[in-house]
Structures are given as structure tokens and as C-alpha cells.
């Protein structure tokens, strides 16, 4: 899939949103290659949408649902079977001075999906961010399946 299309069609509006939890520093990002309905080049646009440091994409062939301090993991089909969700995230945070700082999240998507969308608004949960109901935004929960 050419990213390019997918620049010129995304239609959806990423908002300054306010974090009530984030990064205490920048994540690695661990794309699981089993047969991921996204390449390491979609998860890299995915991510630049945010504009959120992450320390660097890693592509490995076998991961699990465990999580990983200081890791998003991006895993291709669903935990769960939830017949109305086409995506799910899961985190874990510390709380620190008032703060929730992220520790790890787990991205899942499900398999059947190469909406480009979808995943920029899972992403947005592994980087802090609620749903917001303004109809063009890309975290809109009915604007992204």
C-alpha cells in the first residue's frame, strides 16, 4: 500500500489533546510480524502522525500478549473476540509525583483490518490519549473502523 494515498485520503484531524498519563521517556515500538496486516513503513507513518519520540521499530517474528516495560507492542489479531472492535489497547502506568506515566501497552489489531486509521487511534491510546467526539477526529471511535 502506497503511504502517499494514505496521506492524501486521511481525512481525520489529529487535535492538541491534553494527556492526563504519558511517556516518562520515549518507547520502543515492537511490531510482531506474524503475518501483520501492517508493514514496519505504515507503523512508522502510523506513528509520525502523533509526532510522539519513540526510541526506535523493532519487527519481531514472535511476540505474546505479555507486557513489556518501556515497549508498545503492535500484535495482529485480537486476544479477545470482541464482534463490534476492530482494534484494542491495554497499558500499564506507574503513578509518580501526580502523574501516570505509561510503563507498556500492547496494540492489538485485528487481522482482518489494514485501515491506517484504526491503527493511528490505537496508537493514540498507547501514547495516553481518551476518545474525543469531534466527528472528523481520528479518535472518534465511529470515524476509524
Given at each position: 500500500?502506497?503511504l502517499a494515498?494514505?496521506?492524501?485520503?486521511m481525512s481525520?484531524?489529529?487535535?492538541?489533546?491534553?494527556?492526563?498519563?504519558?511517556?516518562?521517556?520515549?518507547?520502543?515500538?515492537?511490531?510482531?510480524?506474524?503475518?501483520?496486516?501492517?508493514?514496519?513503513?505504515?507503523?512508522?507513518?502510523?506513528?509520525?502522525?502523533?509526532?510522539?519520540?519513540?526510541?526506535?521499530?523493532?519487527?519481531?517474528?514472535?511476540?505474546?500478549?505479555?507486557?513489556?516495560?518501556?515497549?508498545?507492542?503492535?500484535?495482529?489479531?485480537?486476544k479477545i473476540?470482541?464482534?463490534?472492535?476492530?482494534?484494542?489497547?491495554?497499558?500499564?502506568?506507574?503513578?509518580?509525583?501526580?502523574?501516570?506515566?505509561?510503563?507498556?501497552?500492547?496494540?492489538?489489531?485485528?487481522?482482518?483490518?489494514?485501515?491506517?486509521?484504526?491503527?493511528?487511534?490505537?496508537?493514540?491510546?498507547?501514547?495516553?490519549?481518551?476518545?474525543?467526539?469531534?466527528?472528523?477526529?481520528?479518535?472518534?471511535?465511529?470515524?476509524?473502523?
Amino acid at each position: 500500500m502506497n503511504l502517499a494515498f494514505f496521506a492524501l485520503t486521511m481525512s481525520m484531524n489529529i487535535k492538541n489533546y491534553t494527556q492526563e498519563i504519558s511517556w516518562d521517556n520515549p518507547p520502543i515500538v515492537v511490531l510482531c510480524d506474524n503475518q501483520s496486516s501492517f508493514t514496519q513503513e505504515q507503523v512508522e507513518f502510523a506513528l509520525s502522525a502523533w509526532n510522539t519520540p519513540q526510541e526506535k521499530i523493532i519487527v519481531k517474528d514472535e511476540c505474546n500478549y505479555r507486557q513489556k516495560r518501556g515497549t508498545i507492542k503492535i500484535i495482529d489479531g485480537l486476544k479477545i473476540n470482541l464482534s463490534t472492535q476492530w482494534g484494542l489497547t491495554s497499558y500499564r502506568f506507574v503513578n509518580k509525583k501526580d502523574k501516570k506515566i505509561l510503563t507498556s501497552a500492547i496494540v492489538q489489531i485485528d487481522s482482518r483490518s489494514q485501515n491506517i486509521n484504526l491503527l493511528i487511534h490505537e496508537l493514540g491510546h498507547a501514547f495516553g490519549f481518551s476518545h474525543y467526539n469531534d466527528e472528523e477526529d481520528v479518535m472518534n471511535t465511529q470515524n476509524v473502523y
